[in-house]
């Protein structure tokens, strides 16, 4: 049975939960024995006291200690999977630690440009590419981030984060015919689900908000994000917001009309492994999205989603949207046919599994060029 020990920022952290913990119940179906160890405190939990410097450091030893037990016992394992960086400090001792042992295969797990975060010189400059180095496979969310880390590893590959589909044939229906049958006038929803570090991006939707609300007074725009209800951001737009909960997030995507995933084009956006998307999708919500790195792979103009370039553009995908159910049924049934084909748990987690074993192999093929011998059996 391949032993395989994870290491994750936090069990609520978006890309732990969806890269990582929604496999975990499938391992066993598998044959594959697993451990999680998640970092504490996690690093999506910054209370506002942590701006103090001393505060903010002592927080940051605590987060690399929590890991110190189980990188202590990487060695009964085959395989060592890490999630993101171990520590927000310019050193890879933990990585390194990893990458040197005859055991376990250290595989990255890359899904974000995290390297955009280390480039300053005086913030862990050539931090990633040093983990990268170190790793025996990464796995990276996107071919953007795949293309940036095959300049410092050989072995990478492609893996998305991967969506649960309900087999609900009946609701599915339910669904869609709710979008063919919508009539003009009725509340219609434009919706958004995400962290509070991507809420500026829907500042990008003002100009065109306002003219469809003009035109379309029956319009509302729906935030589903991580802010405590007392500390609203002030968008230049009405909205009603909902605090995220992992209980509520299926029920609120589902009331979207549309979805959307407004970006700026950039070097961070480009290596966005277009989540979102792939969520408003596998519930039957059509989508609009900015024409931005991974947006462009999911989504096929006119077919599975729109996307929109500028205020005009974004107008118009709304309006098309609004006055026409046909094509939003059109769109959201072909999205999750695609959603189906290449985006689910059971997809991914194939590709996962062969992954984890090329690691254990390409390990075993280091160790043998370094150092000799027998191939090293698997963990008991």
């Known amino acids: 049975m391949l032993k395989v020990l994870f290491f994750i920022q936090g069990y609520e952290v978006p890309s732990a939960r969806f890269r990582v913990l929604q496999y975990c119940d499938l391992f066993k179906q598998k044959g594959i024995e697993s451990r999680v160890v998640a970092c504490s405190p996690p690093f999506s939990s910054e209370p506002k006291y942590c701006r103090i410097s001393l505060v903010y450091h002592f927080r940051n030893v605590l987060k690399a200690l929590s890991y110190v037990k189980g990188l202590l016992a990487a060695e009964q394992y085959d395989v060592v999977f890490v999630q993101r960086e171990l520590t927000l400090y310019s050193w890879t001792l933990f990585e390194k630690y990893l990458g040197r042992r005859h055991r376990p295969a250290f595989v990255f797990d890359f899904d974000d440009s995290i390297q955009l975060l280390y ?14 180095k170190a790793a025996t496979l990464v796995i990276a969310g996107n071919s953007y981030l795949a293309n940036y880390a095959q300049q410092f590893q050989p072995n990478v590959c492609v893996l998305p984060t991967p969506v649960r589909v309900k087999q609900d044939t009946a609701g599915m ?23 509070r570090s991507n809420l500026p991006y829907l500042k990008l939707l003002a100009p065109a908000m306002s003219a469809i609300k003009e035109k379309y007074p029956f319009v509302r ?42 970006l ?39 077919s599975t989603g729109l996307l929109a370039g500028n205020e005009d553009e974004w107008f118009s995908c709304f309006e098309r949207l609004i006055e026409n159910p046909d094509l939003s049924a059109s769109l959201a049934a072909n999205a999750f046919q695609q959603i189906k084909a ?39």
């Not at 390990?363 to 191939?375: D, L, P, V, Y």
């Open 119 to 132: 480039d300053n010189p005086d913030k862990a400059y050539g931090k990633i590419p040093k983990i990268l």
């Open 173 to 195: 229906d339910a669904r869609l015919k709710r979008l063919r049958e919508y009539k003009l006038g009725a509340p219609y929803t434009i919706g958004w689900s995400g962290t």
């Open 221 to 262: 725009f729906h935030i589903m994000s991580n802010f405590e209800t007392g500390k609203l951001p002030v968008l230049p737009f009405e909205y009603q917001y909902t605090l995220w909960t992992a209980e509520h997030e299926d029920e609120v995507i589902r009331s979207f009309d549309c979805g959307v995933m407004p």
């Open 264 to 302: 700026v084009d950039d070097n961070w956006t480009r290596g966005k492994c277009a989540f979102k998307l792939l969520l408003y999708m596998s519930h039957l919500v059509p989508s609009v999205a900015s024409p931005v790195g991974m947006n462009l792979e999911v989504i096929h103009p006119d």
């Open 342 to 380: 290449n985006y689910t748990v059971d997809c991914c987690m194939s590709k996962l599994v062969e992954y984890l074993y090329e690691a254990v192999d390409l390990k075993q093929k280091n160790c043998r060029n370094m150092f000799g011998g027998e191939q090293l059996p698997l963990n008991k």
